[in-house]
């Protein structure tokens, strides 16, 4: 008989079960560390997050940066330690067979230092973090006003003109100014402070630029304050951070900044009147089509029904629970569509414009969107099956707890030639 064998027959069955617990534990322990460790390197690999809040792009999203900083550093410090203390006692205390230690009542001195620590650690935390909050609370310094609503899955954005007729500071070079309605991207002037007023129309939305601000909840029936700024030209992502829905992922914003030029530009374009198609072509098949289609919840300013020669206006609060849907009116001068869910681009044009220096982007964004570019792929899944491609409910009867209005847009069932008109019509829609 070896002498393992003469070691197991003479430890009691309750040591020998304790002992290969310990076994078992100690692999355990070393797994979790090795996946932990693992995890954290391969999180350490991603390049080019667009939602990346380690690079701040404002005055606002930088005074995060520069508390998060030292937050994350000196959690880091206490993590290594308390792994470091956790694997030596793994390791030097682990069970080799040893009668249970005598259960004692420990040191008050230690368990009083164990507490006062994290405390003051905390404490130091706390004192910046109130004052830093307070700090991005105040928007007295703002010099636009924008106001933006949240609704199953999209936002709405509404520029106001002010008292003096202008847009954001800006002044229309041609026309009178008017409110501007769009979505999926809020376009502001680089070095403006930018207030933005929010809201929703029916559940508790969250709105999050990363790189630009922190979140800001939007509750119904209360508007809610958050200051936007940039002095660096280019498309900022974001994404609603409050569950609201089966298509909660599939809500998402950017902030695109313009240096004051192009942004003159973009209130220009943005203001010019109705153009209609040429006659005869397959984008006047669609505007037709539109009016037919699309035009009960989807509104495109300063469109005339070609029948009838009026003006046609949409009403979505008798369609859409919310009460609202999409402005339509420069769809290809924006990028995304469907709450900001897709690209309009393909992914090579989205790159070129995504990527472009400071100085090259505002002419890159404002080419909008060509027939080129167009990433007609997902745009045509859209046309066809709205609901298919975005969610919006998981059980079809829901219909009876909104009166039979529908969360999104539902589905249209629109031939493939219909859905060929609509495409060349929203292409001049820029």
């Not at 617990?21 to 797994?31: A, F, I, S, V, Y």
């Not at 000196?74 to 080799?96: N, P, Q, S, Y």
Request: aromatic fraction near 8%; hydrophobic fraction near 40%; glycine fraction near 8%.
């Amino acid at each position: 008989m070896s002498h393992s064998e003469d070691h197991d027959r003479t430890m009691s069955p309750l040591t020998t079960t304790t002992s290969r617990l310990g076994r078992m534990g100690r692999r355990t322990t070393l797994t979790a560390i090795a996946v932990t460790l693992g995890s954290a390197v391969l999180a350490g690999c991603a390049t080019n997050a667009p939602q990346d809040t380690w690079k701040p792009a404002g005055e606002n999203a930088q005074k995060i940066q520069n508390l998060q900083w030292p937050v994350f550093l000196t959690a880091g410090v206490v993590g290594v330690i308390v792994m470091a203390a956790i694997g030596i006692i793994v390791l030097r205390f682990r069970d080799k067979g040893q009668p249970i230690p005598e259960q004692t009542h420990g040191k008050a001195w230690l368990e009083y230092m164990f507490i006062a620590i994290p405390a003051v650690i905390l404490a130091a935390i706390a004192i910046p973090t109130v004052g830093l909050v307070m700090a991005l609370n105040s928007t007295d310094d703002t010099e636009c006003i924008i106001n933006v609503t949240g609704q199953q899955w999209w936002w709405e954005y509404d520029y106001e003109v002010s008292a003096d007729g202008t847009i954001c500071g800006f002044a229309p070079s041609a026309v009178e100014a008017s409110p501007i309605i769009t979505s999926g991207q809020v376009v502001i002037p680089a070095n403006t402070k930018v207030l933005l007023r929010g809201t929703s129309r029916d559940v508790i939305h969250s709105y999050w630029i990363p790189r630009l601000n922190g979140k800001r909840d939007m509750v119904p029936g209360r508007v809610h304050f958050l200051r936007l700024e940039s002095d660096t030209p280019g498309i900022y992502a974001g994404q609603c951070t409050e569950f609201c829905g089966l298509s909660h992922a599939n809500m998402r914003m950017e902030t695109v900044v313009l240096e004051s030029g192009d942004f003159q530009k973009w209130l220009d374009n943005e203001l010019e009147p109705y153009s209609a198609p040429a006659a005869g072509t397959l984008a006047a098949e669609g505007e037709a089509t539109f009016v037919a289609q699309c035009s009960r919840c989807h509104q495109v300013n300063g469109l005339l029904d070609p029948n009838k020669g009026t003006l046609v206006v949409s009403y979505p609060d008798q369609f859409v629970y919310s009460g609202a849907s999409p402005n339509l009116t420069n769809l290809m001068g924006r990028n995304t569509f469907a709450g900001a869910s897709w690209d309009l681009l393909t992914p090579e044009c989205r790159a070129d414009v995504w990527d472009a220096t400071p100085e090259e982007f505002g002419a890159k964004y404002l080419a909008g969107v060509t027939p080129e570019c167009l990433n007609e792929i997902d745009l045509r899944e859209w046309l066809r099956n709205a609901p298919a491609k975005k969610p919006m409910y998981a059980d079809p009867t829901m219909l009876d707890e909104t009166d039979g209005k529908t969360r999104g847009m539902p589905y249209l069932g629109l031939s493939e030639d219909q859905i060929d008109q609509l495409i060349a019509y929203l292409l001049e829609r820029k």
